[in-house]
């Protein structure tokens, strides 16, 4: 079985996060992204990418994926043409298809006999100022179990839910820009 490596809102073709990122263009901001994952794939990789991957013309940007050797799944994100919340989500899912082994809104996985889920929201804790959170029908319900996260675009790797349940955040923001392993995640959490 191969590494298992995440890949947390990369935003490709997004320039509002490429400027927060301190890139110049969305080009170098891309590049960026995308030459980081090559640097440590190999073809027994194993992707996850928990959402919000691509913008402005997001079919030609996620086919970049595709040159990156492993295989790679998706667990959709907000920002993501085919999340169920965007209007003929149903529609986009095929280019997804095109480029992904395997689309969905959440998955579960195990990695040295620890169980965890993957979801693009954390249980809870993004309200970033407002009274509410955002995306509630979306979020899987918080039964306790572990999970990997993606969205809040923090640097906070680790933070609990309200419940007190784990939650590590996989987005690329938390781990300067660089795919972070299932082994740095866990040993992050002190689960390893």
Known sequence: MGEIRFV???HLGHRLVADLRGFA????????ILSAMAAVATPETIWWHTGDEAFDGWQGRITAFSAIPGTHHLVLGNHDRAFPANSNAHLQLAGYQEVFA???????????????????FPYDGDTEGREEERFEQWRL???GR???HGHTHSSQRISHSSRGTLQIHAGLDAWNLKPPTIHD????AGLL
């Open 8 to 10: 947390g809102d990369p």
């Open 25 to 32: 263009s969305v080009d170098a901001h891309d590049h960026h």
């Open 102 to 120: 395997s689309v969905q809104l959440a998955a579960r996985i195990s990695y040295a006999g620890i169980k965890v889920l993957i979801s693009h």
């Open 141 to 143: 319900r918080d039964l």
């Open 146 to 148: 572990t999970l990997i």
């Open 185 to 188: 995640l866990l040993s992050e």
